[in-house]
């Protein structure tokens, strides 16, 4: 596992609850965190050693990641090349509104995709304002179909290699979706 962002080097860390034994361990995780300080560039990963690729989520997630085209071909080549998985929760689901198949289609086209709602974001907060685009109306627009659940519960929606999840909340369950679906290739070989 490799944590990657567009221009490499430390990213930063929000929403900690260290009252959470796992979030607490793995602050205190030198390896993990060392990892997050000296994340690896796009262009220091090969396609082929990869299975999934997963956009975690946060309002970060909104601005370099979807438009970089050497993460999108990164992708799109560990999905359509290497039957990978592509996944994402909450914000993150922002980074897979560009990626395009081979074909030139829209990834999200015609599959049921989860992330964070716009109508759990609050729309008058000076950081919604900035965002440079919209996930659910953007999703849409491009032909995939959004669906969510009530505030703060969990939910979760896996088109064949596509996994999302809709909040912070769902990432358990999304993790353990990708480790099925890797399971179950292992078994079927």
Do not use: W
């Not at 430390?10 to 000296?38: C, G, R, V, W």
């Not at 994340?39 to 989520?57: F, N, R």
């Not at 509104?97 to 989860?114: C, E, F, R």
Request: aromatic content about 12%; overall charge positive.
């Amino acid at each position: 596992m490799d944590f990657v962002s567009p221009y490499g080097g430390s990213i930063p860390l929000a929403y900690i609850n260290t009252s959470d034994a796992l979030q607490k361990k793995l602050l205190y995780s030198e390896y993990f965190m060392y990892a997050l300080k000296h994340t690896k560039k796009p262009k220091e990963i090969i396609a082929k050693d990869y299975k999934a690729v997963h956009y975690i989520g946060g309002g970060s997630a909104m601005y370099d990641v979807p438009k970089n085209k050497e993460i999108q071909k990164i992708t799109m080549t560990i999905f359509e090349e290497y039957n990978g998985i592509v996944s994402s929760v909450c914000h993150g689901t922002a980074g897979i509104v560009d990626l395009k198949t081979k074909d030139g289609k829209y990834l999200v086209n015609n599959k049921i995709i989860s992330g964070y709602p716009e109508a759990y974001e609050k729309e008058g907060a000076e950081y919604f304002k900035q965002f440079p685009f919209l996930i659910q109306k953007t999703i849409e627009e491009r032909g995939g179909i959004f669906k969510y659940s009530p505030r703060n519960s969990v939910h979760v929606e896996v088109q064949g290699n596509v996994i999302t999840g809709q909040n912070y909340l769902s990432s358990k369950d999304v993790a353990l979706k990708i480790i099925e679906n890797l399971n179950n290739r292992e078994i079927s070989q």
